[in-house]
């Protein structure tokens, strides 16, 4: 089974050493730091009869206040890593489902061949 998004994980994980600055990222946490990004006037920051966007009516200076950067640091490094979060999880999930195929037809192969079946597998 093909796994690229996976791939692109671990391949970021060995060359962008993305858990060393997981652990750094943590570190910061620890130290009380966090990360922050300055106000940018969007287009909520604009009155709709200001066509030219002269007069910003959030109240706020551009680039003067920082906020609280609210990204989780998963969705930052896999943002960095150019890696696809869902995609990720949406291959886990298709493994996770081989693998449970595998082991039910091993069981049935080993029934076959033992006639081996527990109480609770009788399914009659
Ligand atoms: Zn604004």
Redesign the pocket.
Known sequence: MKTPHLDRMKHARETLRTQEISDFLDWLGEQGIVLSRP????D???DTTDEDREY?????E?EQLLFYHHETKEKLLARYAGVDLAGCEEERVALLEEMRKRHRQRRKEREVVYGLTRPWDRRL
């Open positions: 106000h940018e006037h969007g909520s920051c604009y910003p009516t959030c109240g706020l551009q």
